[in-house]
């Protein structure tokens, strides 16, 4: 049992794609669950779990079955006790998101340029800056939960 959470993580981090590490047991990632250009999955080791967050908004369950994982491989450490419910999720901190938020600010920055000079906005960019707006107000709920 010898830290098998550092264990399942790697497992983890070692199938996405551009991991970056964050800070002690923190990374962002691209997420598998969606045509992530620019990462948008947080994953955070909390004492005994691992946390996934996509801003995207792909739920944790895509996200697991798009690397082959499953539910339990997020507690590897948890004694199952079938009276216990699921534990309550901590969130993240609005420090662990600010590469994310930087991201997506970046990214509306550019469209909004873009559209000040021109006018307009390729269908790409527009769409790209509609999912940037979702993952703003996505951070935003996170952080004020
Ligand atoms: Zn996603």
């Given at each position: 049992?010898?830290?098998?959470l550092?264990?399942?993580t790697?497992q983890?981090?070692n199938?996405?794609d551009?991991?970056?590490?964050t800070?002690?047991?923190?990374w962002?990632?691209?997420?598998?669950a969606h045509?992530?250009?620019?990462?948008s999955?947080?994953?955070?080791?909390v004492?005994?779990?691992?946390l996934?967050?996509c801003?995207?908004g792909?739920?944790?369950?895509?996200?697991?079955n798009?690397?082959?994982?499953?539910?339990?491989?997020?507690?590897?450490d948890r004694v199952a006790?079938?009276y216990?419910?699921?534990p309550?999720?901590?969130?993240?901190s609005a420090?662990?998101l600010?590469?994310?938020?930087?991201q997506?600010?970046?990214?509306?920055?550019?469209?909004?340029?873009?559209?000040?000079?021109?006018?307009?906005l390729?269908n790409?960019?527009?769409?790209?800056?509609?999912?940037?707006?979702?993952?703003?107000m996505r951070?935003?709920a996170?952080?004020?939960?």
């Amino acid at each position: 049992m010898l830290n098998s959470l550092s264990y399942k993580t790697d497992q983890l981090l070692n199938q996405l794609d551009r991991v970056k590490q964050t800070g002690q047991g923190k990374w962002l990632a691209r997420c598998p669950a969606h045509d992530d250009k620019s990462p948008s999955l947080a994953i955070k080791e909390v004492e005994d779990r691992i946390l996934l967050h996509c801003f995207a908004g792909c739920g944790v369950a895509e996200i697991l079955n798009a690397v082959g994982l499953h539910m339990d491989d997020l507690f590897p450490d948890r004694v199952a006790d079938p009276y216990d419910p699921a534990p309550r999720m901590p969130k993240f901190s609005a420090y662990e998101l600010f590469p994310l938020l930087v991201q997506e600010a970046i990214i509306l920055a550019l469209a909004c340029n873009d559209f000040m000079a021109y006018g307009v906005l390729a269908n790409a960019d527009y769409l790209r800056a509609q999912q940037a707006c979702q993952c703003v107000m996505r951070l935003h709920a996170e952080v004020s939960r």
